[in-house]
């Protein structure tokens, strides 16, 4: 739930990629503000509330909890910029985090985008039905979808377009399924190729590792609120070199009391081994926790994504190339050595703030040598779940979203990303959903001038 943006530097390289300057960060802020609907004063009055929309259908409100500000001068205090807002305008520094929630509730893009149009005949869901292949003319021209539903094959037809938005993994999918993607894996599968592509080869994701500290602090057994977030986050972007205006890591830090929580989180949340979070749960003994995850924000380990069968139902083979170049590593690395740093700050001695080392399988390094957090990193990797780049922009689809080789068919997703943006993938998703609406009207408008 929490919102972010990405870093400008995120929709420049895209701009360099197609050389269309709706793509820039400036252009891309229209998207943002006109889809969130913040609710907060303190942000809104700030020299950052020009970044924020009040009218959108987003709900935003932004972590006010008091601890969050303690915990943020550990930040400052180890040399880090504390802001009212990092994510608004992109910038360098530590900020309470921003969250899609509005009035305790969660804000979806369903809840907010389709209500409106119940009664809009133009508009008609299927649920409970898997798209099964595209459908092509003799001339390549998009003509519907067959999709699976109750067992039976439905087939509909497109008078105009056909808009796939199935996310990074399955859309690489179905338009393998298709015909569209990697001449030599297609004629593999035995499926005609329609457009040689390299759907799927682009996958990748900001890695990074979970760090926990413990504190002197007691853990407040209050009941938890369900109408907030179980734990208080603050969100860092840092750059190993302070001069820099774009930052190389990610962190995203909860402040966790309630254990339950933290047990869930690091097991189902996070994925990280049982038997290591039982041991985090035992050394942390009642006390307040700190818990970081560090996101590497430029990865260059790339994965790929293949198709299993020809049915739509099984799930593709998704290689995820993590760590597969070595300088991934490396980068993680060098943002826990960076950030460790507020142990050794002044409130990271009042509180006790120590770090746990609960990879036992490293027992036997030098700790804190590289060494030693290079297998760390491996035993507490975390990810993002911001997977992009299989339908890549400037490889799969053009600068408009349109698939090469074939007419009337648009990807609009994360797949189209190609790179893993710096933040949480929702507002970035809704705000590529607005430019695409845009560009179809536009398209829409343009074609009916010429008839």
């Known amino acids: 739930m929490l919102y972010s943006r990405g870093n400008p530097s995120d929709y420049e390289k895209i701009y360099e990629i197609t050389q269309d300057p709706t793509w820039k960060w400036d252009n891309m802020l229209k998207y943002f503000i006109m889809s969130e609907q913040l609710d907060d004063q303190a942000v ?13 259908p987003i709900g935003v409100t932004k972590e006010n909890r008091e601890v969050c500000d303690e915990y943020l001068r550990a930040f400052e205090e180890a040399g880090e910029d504390v802001v009212v807002d990092n994510v608004g305008a992109g910038i360098l520094g530590y900020s309470s985090s921003f969250y899609h929630i509005l009035d305790g509730l969660r804000t979806t893009s ?9 009664n809009n005949p133009n508009l008609y869901l299927t649920r409970y039905s898997t798209a099964k292949k595209i459908l092509f003319d003799g001339d390549n021209n998009v003509v519907g979808v067959t999709y699976l539903k109750d067992g039976q094959d439905v087939t509909v037809f497109a008078n105009n377009e056909v808009i796939v938005t199935a996310g990074s993994i399955k859309s690489a999918q179905l338009l393998m399924l298709s015909g569209i993607g990697p001449k030599k894996h297609l004629k ?3 499926i005609t190729v329609i457009s040689d592509l390299p759907v799927g080869q682009n996958l990748h994701n900001a890695v990074g590792a979970a760090l926990v500290f413990k504190t002197n602090r007691k853990a407040d057994s209050e009941v938890f609120d369900p109408h907030e977030i179980p734990a208080p986050v603050i969100v860092g972007y840092a750059a ?26 690091c097991g189902f949340t996070i994925g990280i081994e049982n038997s290591i979070c039982d041991e985090l749960y035992k050394l942390t003994d009642g006390t307040q926790v700190l818990w970081s995850n560090l996101n590497v924000l430029n990865p260059k380990s790339r994965g790929e994504i293949q198709l299993r ?23 993680v690395v060098d943002a826990i050595l960076d950030f460790i740093k507020i142990e050794s700050t002044p409130f990271g001695q009042d509180n006790a703030l120590q770090f746990l080392p609960v990879a036992e399988m490293c027992n036997g390094i030098e700790f804190g040598s590289r060494d030693y957090w290079r297998c760390y990193v491996l035993c507490m990797t975390f990810v993002s779940w911001r997977d992009a780049g299989t339908c890549a922009i400037g490889e799969v689809v053009d600068t408009k979203l349109a698939v090469k080789g074939v007419q009337r068919l648009r990807v609009v997703d994360t797949s189209v990303f190609p790179y893993a943006l710096g933040g949480a993938i929702f ?9 695409a609406a845009e560009m179809i009207i536009h398209d829409q408008y343009q074609n009916m001038a010429f008839m």
């Open 44 to 56: 809104l009055s700030s020299e950052f509330g020009e970044y924020h929309g009040t009218d959108g």
């Open 110 to 118: 369903s809840e907010s985008y389709l209500p409106p149009l119940n």
């Open 188 to 190: 593999n599968m035995d």
């Open 240 to 265: 190993f070199n302070k001069s820099d205006l774009f930052p190389n890591y990610e962190s995203l830090n909860f402040v966790i009391d309630d254990h339950q929580y933290m047990i869930s989180f």
């Open 309 to 331: 069968s020809l049915n739509p139902e099984d799930q593709p083979v998704i290689e995820t190339g993590y760590f597969s170049d070595d300088q991934d590593l490396e980068d």
């Open 427 to 435: 507002a970035p998703t809704v705000a590529l959903a607005e430019k």
